[in-house]
């Protein structure tokens, strides 16, 4: 699997009877919980909505190249991006039908037999390894679908049928009577009205919203990178990115116009009195107010503000490296020192040898030559008498 330097399709599909022309359109895949029929007979209410999702597209790319598709792994988000990420999440809607059981209502509460019968779906499809980091984001991947897209499309269903006095005999497509007869006193307990109207409530008091649909901002800042350096989008950039749209050159709502000019604004500001500039994230908070624990504002999943703790341990770790650092170049300085008084004292070491060589032949030097003149006298003489004795004989 290649891991670069470097989430569904919803639903749709109502009569198992509707055909669907997949190979003309692979995009034509989604959940068929999306548009199930509200009428009493199970006919399709609108001609031409989508049929079910079978994964056609992630067929047809294996038989072209007859090999598993890879995946890429974000590193930094821990999330699946690059041109297959599409295919990875219409396989993980077929996969989630097939053995992930409706009568859960959290994703944590799945048997582990049933999530490894789902990973081994998966790698007959994908090329996945098998270490700890690459399932820990394919399940994140399945939590997220199994729990924004399969419940929530059931939840729209039993919306549209909720007054029928038929309602416990018409379950959705793939959805046994039993499993649907649980289903619906799940949506119909406490328990879950109270976390569906926090939920609303919630997204009521929501001021700005995102253009970017089901892709997800890892693959936005992924498909948007420099190629040769691997390097995204900046947190502002990636703000505009998902909240302008270019065709119809205008934002997303006046609150993400506003907020971005802030940002720009705060950090321009910075530069311009002299200061030191504001970090991109200073800015974020300024504009925006305090980061929350699970995710960077405008980062979509994946990346996440350090904690409290994470943030002071960063600190003392910064501080500690400033002091090595300084630490180093006094060392370094300490060591040039050192370098230039040993030349020093050999250069002067040299220059007492030399004077003490002049010395001793200054001093030496005429009785050295008076002994090799004496020593040539004799050695003249004797020659002289050498050859006197050799004429005699």
């Not at 396989?91 to 037999?113: G, N």
Request: net charge positive; proline share 3%.
């Amino acid at each position: 699997m290649r891991l670069h330097a470097y989430l569904d399709m919803p639903a749709a599909g109502q009569d198992r009877n509707m055909q669907v022309d997949v190979q003309n359109d692979s995009h034509e895949q989604v959940d068929d919980l999306a548009q199930i029929s509200t009428t009493t007979n199970g006919a399709s209410s609108k001609k031409g909505n989508r049929g079910v999702t079978k994964g056609a597209s992630v067929d047809k790319k294996r038989r072209r190249t007859n090999q598993k598709l890879d995946i890429t792994i974000h590193p930094d988000r821990r999330r699946i991006v690059g041109e297959n990420a599409k295919d990875f999440k219409t396989e993980a809607c077929v996969v989630l039908k097939q053995h992930a059981p409706i009568k859960y209502s959290r994703w944590m509460d799945i048997p582990d037999d049933d999530k490894k019968k789902i990973w081994i779906s998966m790698k007959q499809k994908f090329n996945l390894q098998e270490d700890i980091q690459t399932k820990k984001v394919v399940f994140e991947q399945l939590n997220r679908q199994y729990r924004s897209r399969r419940r929530y499309k059931l939840h729209e269903y039993y919306l549209k049928i909720k007054g029928d006095i038929d309602i416990l005999k018409r379950p959705p497509s793939g959805v046994s009577e039993d499993d649907w007869k649980m289903l619906i006193n799940y949506f119909e307990s406490d328990a879950f009205k109270d976390k569906s109207d926090r939920n609303k409530e919630n997204r009521k008091s929501l001021k700005m919203s995102h253009s970017c649909g089901t892709k997800s901002t890892a693959q936005y800042c992924y498909e948007d990178r420099d190629v040769e350096t691997g390097k995204e989008p900046t947190r502002t950039c990636a703000w505009q990115m998902t909240r302008y749209n270019d065709k119809k050159k205008s934002w997303v709502d006046e609150a993400s116009r506003r907020a971005y000019e802030d940002i720009v604004r705060y950090q321009n500001e910075a530069a311009e009195d002299g200061q030191d500039p504001l970090t991109e994230d200073e800015a974020f908070i300024k504009a925006l107010g305090p980061e929350k624990s699970s995710r960077l504002r405008g980062c979509g999943d994946g990346l996440k503000p350090p904690s409290k703790r994470g943030q002071s341990i960063n600190k003392e770790l910064q501080k500690e490296n400033e002091e090595l650092k300084k630490q180093a170049e006094e060392n370094k300085e300490s060591l040039e020192s050192l370098k230039k008084t040993i030349e020093s004292l050999v250069s002067n070491q040299e220059n007492q040898v030399q004077l003490q060589v002049q010395a001793i032949l200054k001093n030496q030097l005429p009785a050295i030559l008076q002994n090799l003149g004496q020593y040539g006298h004799t050695l003249s003489n004797n020659i002289f008498g050498f050859t006197c004795n050799i004429g005699i004989i």
